[in-house]
């Protein structure tokens, strides 16, 4: 990413910072929380970042057919990311366990036949649980993936995936 794109970035998800105690879904406690939900819901700061996180995306993944995500933040991200791709990206959600009614699916969406590109994206990364759940699930069922990517990794994240900024 170009350095100037990356400022843009950083003041916009700066926006979306919260200087409050709380405890992330690792279970740390952290002195502020990024709530890139809202921002991925706000139209006129997705707006602002959609170009520059597409370009990311498909730079870093080139020949990408799927983009997979679980939980509410990798939901929306997917979403944003299809709605917003020219060429046509598939999405994927995979839920947390096989849905007990209906057609009792854990994963929604189609992957192409062959060998999809899927790659799983998630709104913030601490600690890679999200990535990691979904990719076993991807993989029970035979879908392989190319890696993984985040619209924010904390700094403190030690797990290896692509972002679109570190804070």
């Known amino acids: 990413m170009y350095k100037e794109d990356r400022s ?3 003041s916009i998800v700066l926006n979306y910072k919260i200087n409050k105690q709380i405890t ?7 002195d502020f929380y990024y709530d890139i939900k809202s921002l991925l819901l706000d139209n006129i700061s997705w707006n602002q970042v959609k170009d520059i996180l597409i370009s990311d995306i498909r730079k870093k993944f080139p020949g990408m057919s799927c983009v997979a995500g679980a939980g509410v933040g990798g ?10 791709s020219v060429n046509s990206i598939r999405p994927i959600i995979v839920r947390d366990k096989v849905k007990e009614y209906g057609l ?6 189609h992957c192409p036949n062959g060998s999809p590109r899927v790659v799983i994206v998630d709104d913030v990364c601490t600690t890679g649980k999200n990535f990691v759940s979904t990719e076993k699930v991807l ?3 035979g879908i392989k993936t190319l890696g993984n990517y985040v619209f924010l990794k904390r700094k403190e994240s030690n797990f290896n995936c692509e ?5």
């Open 163 to 167: 972002s679109l900024v570190t804070i």
């Open 104 to 109: 009792l699916k854990q994963i929604e969406g």
């Open 139 to 141: 993989r029970d069922e």
């Open 24 to 30: 992330l879904s690792s279970g740390k406690v952290s």
């Open 8 to 10: 843009i970035v950083e």
């Open 75 to 84: 939901t929306l991200f997917v979403m944003r990311i299809v709605s917003c």
